[in-house]
């Protein structure tokens, strides 16, 4: 519900005694941008756009907001956008990051970059490299995606080897509480300020027995709004050798995964089926896409073994001893040339190590528009969880031979992100209809085996949060002590 006109000119008269005009803008074509994404949930305009530039620029918004009881919606990636996390339910100002974007600290020795919320993948990778050293990020993340961001949504990274926490590697941050009060967490809160705290400032956990990060992070912007944040790097490899496992049987690659990461052999390790490998390599449209997604495997289980300053060759010939021994065990032999689709193997290399190429994001390209259906379970259930999707889309007559598929390993294997891809085009209102429904319907049968939504966006939070009421109760306390206003992206998640 977007504010009346008087409260929206009380508004903006406020908003503009503490920022410059070029910081706030009404535009309808600006507004617009802001309204919906590519997901289901129903468009919702914002009265203002802000671009606040510092954290006290942040506070006294998040005050004015307070005041007025104006709700305010956090956005830090540039579109598009996917999951309906940032369109506004309740009206109000959309708080756009994008001039919060200073690298203000890279250390080599600890391996960290300080960042904040407006730094995209694009800008901060090419300078970790120039200092020798590599971001561990998601599957192709887009260009203009916010790390903070990404980190924050908790979204799965392709070298599980590293990862030690369902949030890692998410470390400190700044954050600013719905009474505009701020607040730093884990060995970065005090005391004193930034520039005489002698701590590291990258040790999450804290202050005291309470990990504040933790309800932060997935939050979607609806307990605080995060000014910057910490994030663990790591050391660009000297030497890297892909390897490429082919199989019809998702069960196989799991276990094979399963079994590597146990022994800690791969860095890059993750599997995609014929559909969404053939999206990614795509020279053409739609012949090389055509012809790929034939050509390729059922499933593609890709693997990157690295070597790092000393003595690269010899590390890389070690953990090809171990990655041979495994794949004998499984009568499966992995090989350097990408099955049905030869000559893509350093495209490969490349696409693994930095955001999105090109104007069009992938997941675009086929059809025009996508709807993710994501979730976390065990390596082990993966193929189980492919197998219930498949008979969700036979049910809505969509076309099996379209589905994405996407397994990636989290946390050292203990864990592993599913995600599957409707492509549809959204021009077709009939196909967009058949699609919403599959994805409803599909996204419930997913939850009743077992899938869990850590991440439950639009109609996914009604799903989830009605099974845990006792979680909601908890949550919505909580809520009620860093947002007392219900003022931060009001309408998601329980609130």
């Known amino acids: 519900m977007v504010n009346p006109p008087d409260v929206n000119n009380t508004l903006k008269n406020c908003l503009n005694e503490i920022l410059k005009p070029a910081q706030i803008s009404d535009q309808p074509e600006l507004i617009d941008k802001y309204s919906h994404d590519y997901s289901f949930q129903d468009k919702g305009s914002p009265s203002l756009v802000v671009f606040p530039g510092t954290k006290e620029e942040v506070q006294a918004i998040v005050r004015i907001a307070a005041e007025t009881k104006t709700p305010l919606v956090p956005v830090s990636s540039g579109p598009p956008r996917f999951h309906g996390g940032t369109v506004p339910e309740k009206g109000g100002v959309i708080v756009d990051f994008s001039r919060m974007n200073k690298i203000r600290k890279i250390n080599t020795p600890d391996r960290y970059a300080w960042i904040e919320p407006g730094v995209t993948f694009g800008e901060l990778i090419p300078e970790l490299k120039k200092q020798g050293l590599k971001l561990v990020a998601p599957l192709l993340p887009r260009a203009n995606k916010s790390v903070v961001a990404s980190r924050l949504e908790r979204e799965p990274v392709i070298i599980p080897k590293y990862q030690y926490d369902f949030i890692d590697p998410l470390m400190t941050l700044e954050v600013v509480y719905g009474t505009g009060e701020e607040f730093r967490t884990g060995s970065a809160s005090g005391p004193g300020t930034l520039e005489t705290l002698k701590a590291d400032k990258v040790n999450p956990w804290g202050p005291g027995s309470v990990d504040y990060f933790r309800f932060i992070s997935g939050a979607q912007g609806t307990m605080g709004l995060v000014t910057w944040a910490i994030t663990k790097v790591e050391v660009l490899p000297a030497l890297q050798k892909l390897y490429f496992i082919p199989h019809k049987d998702l069960t196989v690659l799991t276990d094979i995964m399963n079994q590597l990461l146990r022994r800690r052999v791969v860095d890059e390790c993750l599997a995609l089926n014929n559909v969404d490998l053939a999206a990614m390599l795509a020279s053409s449209w739609p ?185 909601v109760e908890a949550l919505k306390k909580l809520k009620g002590i860093f947002d007392p206003h219900n003022i931060l992206n009001p309408g998601k998640l329980c609130f």
């Open 287 to 471: 012949d090389d896409f055509k012809k790929l997604k034939k050509d390729l495997s059922p499933w593609t289980l890709i693997l990157c073994l690295a070597g790092y300053k000393r003595r690269p060759e010899e590390r890389i010939a070690i953990m090809e001893k171990y990655l041979n021994e495994i794949c004998a065990d499984f009568k499966v032999k992995p090989v350097n040339t990408l099955p049905g689709g030869a000559g893509k193997e350093k495209e490969i290399l490349e696409l693994l190590s930095g955001p999105c190429p090109g104007e069009t994001y992938w997941k675009l390209r086929y059809k025009g528009a996508c709807h993710d259906i994501f979730f976390l379970s065990t390596l082990s259930r993966a193929a189980e969880f492919a197998a219930v999707m498949q008979k969700a889309a036979a049910k809505y007559r969509y076309p099996r031979e379209d589905i994405g598929g996407y397994i990636q390993p989290m946390v050292q294997g203990r864990g592993c992100h599913s995600e599957f891809n409707l492509f549809c085009d959204e021009t077709n209102q009939a196909e967009l209809d058949e699609v919403k429904k599959l994805f409803a319907d599909a996204s419930e049968a997913l939850l009743k085996n077992g899938a869990f939504f850590t991440r439950p966006y639009g109609t996914w939070a009604d799903m989830v949060y009605s099974r845990y009421p006792e979680q």
